[in-house]
């Protein structure tokens, strides 16, 4: 991209930023709650950009100024200043320059959502759903070091621990655009608590992270819903396994069920059932979206495809491999106690390799 192509877009989109500010000021705006919410998640889109621009701007405004030095200035000092100044501003520009293009290309619209996090114990049983606990932990713990906040919507514990499913909201800020990495089958290798003759067993558990559909997302027809109550079971005394303060809400066109027991109040349970109902009817057609990125880029298969293998937890070498994208490290008992950032990390970077590649084909 050439300078002037370059700060010519990125003149545009200033103007378009200033607008929107302006008009998050007008009081018919502010009274208005949809469109203002629009607004501002437009405003906060632009915002890294329109300051990385600034960055850029006052780079290229620099580097014309040393050049200009060097080739008007006698004193040697002055001209051996401006050199230095010009090898540390060009690779600067450069790397501004591909910060800016990938910063152009069109992102997910949901990345910077909450979401609601599913794991499932899959093949393998008892070992299986104890697995499901150990990455229900890892989460948890990655959670919290990132400052984000998860409750607990629904969970059905297995037979000798762990769970065979639990499903939590996470919220934050671009919890997201981060976890949808996460969706796939996640396999695990290593000798079972349940085995007694030391064998190595395989065993996997399923993960899906659906971003949460906003209130203004999806219009949700209560005549469509059918709700259930029902005791709930599990920890928290005997209120809990007495009253009927779990809920079940079925959406009849698409026959999606949730519950939630986790509340003692019935009102609360609903509330969060009902966002987690909305969510999945939203994810019906945001699914296709996905489906297209998937079909193009091999980091993203797992959301594409549930069904698709991504990464698998090998204890006794104390290895972790994530099959996207060929990524091995060997600190396993770090990396279940929730340090995922760097894995989360590899992929993003060659996710944003594959978007800028697929912008320059396009």
Not at 1 to 19: F, S, V
Not at 130 to 158: C, P
Not at 161 to 177: I, M, Q, R, S, W
Request: aromatic residues 6%.
């Amino acid at each position: 991209m050439a300078d002037n192509a370059i700060l010519t877009r990125l003149d545009g989109l200033k103007l378009k930023y200033e607008e929107i500010a302006q008009q998050m000021t007008d009081p018919e705006v502010i009274g208005d709650v949809k469109r203002f919410i629009s607004l501002n998640k437009e405003y906060k889109e632009l915002q890294p950009i329109v300051e990385t621009s600034e960055r850029y701007r006052k780079a290229v405004g620099d580097l014309a100024g040393a050049k200009d030095i060097l080739a008007t200035e006698k004193d040697e000092e002055m001209r051996e200043m401006a050199r230095t100044e010009i090898a540390g501003l060009e690779p600067l520009i450069t790397t501004l320059e591909e910060q800016i293009k990938l910063l152009l290309i069109p992102k997910d619209p949901q990345d910077a959502k909450n979401a609601i996090l599913e794991i499932r114990g899959g093949t393998g049983g008892d070992e299986a759903a104890i697995f499901a606990g150990d990455l229900l932990r890892m989460y948890t713990k990655y959670i919290e070091t990132r400052g984000w906040r998860y409750e607990i919507n629904s969970m059905s514990e297995g037979a000798a621990g762990g769970f065979k499913e639990v499903v939590l909201k996470v919220t934050g800020d671009g919890v997201y655009g981060v976890l949808k990495y996460e969706s796939g089958v996640h396999r695990v290798q290593r000798v079972p608590q349940t085995e007694t003759q030391g064998r190595v067993h395989t065993s996997a558990a399923s993960v899906a992270v659906l971003p949460e559909a906003e209130e203004f997302d999806i219009d949700l027809n209560m005549n469509d819903i059918r709700k259930d109550t029902f005791c709930s079971s599990g920890p928290g005394g005997q209120s809990v396994n007495t009253t009927y303060s779990a809920i079940r809400l079925t959406h009849m066109p698409t026959g999606i069920v949730v519950q939630c027991q986790d509340q003692k109040s019935q009102l609360k349970n609903f509330d969060k059932a009902l966002e987690e109902l909305r969510t999945r009817i939203f994810n019906l057609e945001y699914q296709k979206y996905i489906d297209e990125i998937a079909s193009k880029r091999k980091t993203m298969v797992s959301t594409g495809d549930r069904s698709a293998k991504i990464r698998t937890y090998n204890y006794p070498q104390g290895r972790i491999t994530d099959h996207r994208i060929n990524y091995t490290i060997y600190n396993l008992g770090a990396f279940m106690d929730g340090d995922i950032q760097d894995c989360i990390d590899h992929l993003i970077v060659a996710e944003n390799a594959e978007r800028l590649k697929e912008s320059e084909l396009g």
